[in-house]
């Protein structure tokens, strides 16, 4: 697969995931970190759909199962994250209610359907442009952290609100869904090689020089 | 390249690569600052609440403490490898490198310590949880007193701080330096 512009993965050369020296695929291991070398991630696109799959299973369950209980003079009130969010709205949080939204529901949520895309893409099932991909790519990468700020949450009002019999706080089996959710999609994130989206680039298709992620030779 | 200097394209001016100034001293120092103000962040309560004539308090580790002992023993674990194990691996880690780095040497073992910086680095959520904290006050300002500790106050510093020592070194240059100083 010998294209117009030169790739390391033809001349056999591999970037490490680690610290992007660029060195022969045959040597195995980088000269430099001493990690594992690939010219791709081996099994990427299986690994990040095992993932991908186990993350979209525990998303439903983190969403309708109740992420902390309060107890309240006796009385009990499970609390979901979509509730939660919705009693930041109703007392007129709006900004709160809209980073909740975004960070507990949205993102996982578009992170899993961003990396089904990327997967279908990388695997030539459909073809949008490679430079958008990179970019949604991008943001699901550096967004996904912020999703953890329910369990946050969670963790800091079980550790405040300890008042024995008058309020107190435990922690419910969502968080621990939701938590996993995050988790999973972060590793799946990790697994997926974005140069799997170069790759399918024709290059006599395109008229304009394409940049070459990895083509730093140190 | 003169220090602080970048270098751009020659076609388009895009900036490729810029040398950061005392790379290594600023990434050395702005750990240290790290090490004092985790120190900080451990000792003094993040938030006190009063209510029902009751005062509790928030503290790094007891938001960790609390979810192990109240039945969520995974995800306290994961709270503290994200707000307290990380960012300390983080800033030993970079101590332990560049300190040394900066008179030309490399410190044993300093290749697997560089390699564990990297792999931890996304792993780091000081500022997811600094959001975190801000979320529950809200939450709990409309049933309680709630008030800033210093140790919360210690945390900002420390994101911060943590964010410079990260910006003061690219990662590749890092690298690149452990590489010339091992030969």
Same mark, same amino acid.
């Given at each position: 697969m010998s294209g117009r512009f030169p790739r390391a993965v033809d001349d056999d050369l591999a970037t490490c995931h680690l610290c992007g020296k660029v060195a022969p695929a045959a040597r195995g291991e980088c000269p430099r970190c001493g990690v594992a070398i690939h010219t791709r991630k081996p099994r990427s696109i299986e690994r990040t759909i095992a993932l991908m799959v186990a993350a979209s299973a525990l998303y439903m369950p983190a969403m309708t199962l109740p992420v902390m209980t309060l107890r309240e003079l006796g009385d009990v009130a499970p609390t979901t994250i979509p509730e939660g969010?919705?009693?930041?709205?109703? *007392?007129?949080?709006?900004?709160?209610?809209? !980073?909740?939204? &975004?960070?507990?529901i949205l993102i996982p949520f578009l992170?899993?359907?961003? =990396?089904?895309?990327?997967?279908?893409?990388? &695997?030539?099932?459909?073809?949008? *442009?490679?430079?958008?991909?990179?970019? !949604?790519?991008?943001? &699901?990468? *550096?967004?996904?952290?912020w999703s953890m700020i329910d369990i946050?949450? !969670?963790?800091? =009002?079980?550790?405040?609100?300890?008042l024995g019999a008058y309020m107190s706080v435990t922690p419910g089996p969502g968080a621990l869904a939701f938590g996993s959710v995050v988790i999973l999609t972060m590793f799946a994130a990790t697994s997926f090689d974005p140069r799997l989206l170069w790759d399918r680039i024709d290059p006599h298709m395109n008229s304009e020089p394409t940049p070459q992620p990895d083509a730093r030779e140190s | 390249m003169p220090e602080g200097g970048s270098a751009r394209c020659v076609c388009c001016g895009a900036k490729l690569y810029r040398n950061r100034p005392a790379s290594l001293a600023r990434a050395t120092a702005f750990s240290l600052t790290g090490l004092?103000?985790?120190?900080?962040?451990?000792?003094?309560? @993040?938030?006190?609440?009063? #209510?029902? %004539?009751m005062r509790t308090s928030l503290s790094l580790s007891n938001a960790a403490h609390a979810l192990i002992d109240r039945g969520s023993p995974?995800? %306290?674990?994961?709270? #503290?490898? @994200?707000?307290?194990?990380?960012?300390?691996v983080m800033a030993c880690g970079l101590i332990y490198v560049? %300190?040394?780095?900066? @008179?030309?040497?490399?410190?044993?073992?300093?290749?697997?310590?560089?390699r564990w910086i990297s792999r931890t680095q996304p792993w780091n959520m000081i500022e997811v949880f600094l959001l975190g904290v801000l979320v529950s006050l809200m939450k709990l300002n409309r049933v309680a007193e709630v008030n800033f500790g210093p140790g919360f106050w210690a945390f900002v510093v420390l994101m911060i701080s943590m964010a410079a020592a990260v910006a003061s070194i690219d990662r590749k240059e890092l690298w690149d330096r452990l590489e010339v100083a091992r030969q």
């Open positions: 969010m919705q009693a930041f709205w109703k *007392s007129g949080d709006y900004p709160i209610a809209v !980073v909740i939204f &975004t960070a507990s992170k899993i359907a961003s =990396l089904a895309w990327v997967c279908a893409a990388a &695997t030539g099932r459909v073809d949008p *442009s490679p430079r958008m991909l990179a970019k !949604v790519y991008w943001i &699901t990468e *550096s967004l996904g952290r946050f949450v !969670v963790g800091i =009002l079980v550790a405040l609100v300890q | 004092v103000l985790m120190a900080m962040a451990h000792a003094f309560p @993040f938030i006190t609440m009063d #209510a029902a %004539g995974l995800l %306290g674990i994961a709270l #503290a490898l @994200f707000t307290i194990i990380a960012p300390l560049c %300190g040394p780095l900066m @008179f030309g040497r490399a410190a044993p073992g300093a290749t697997a310590v560089t």
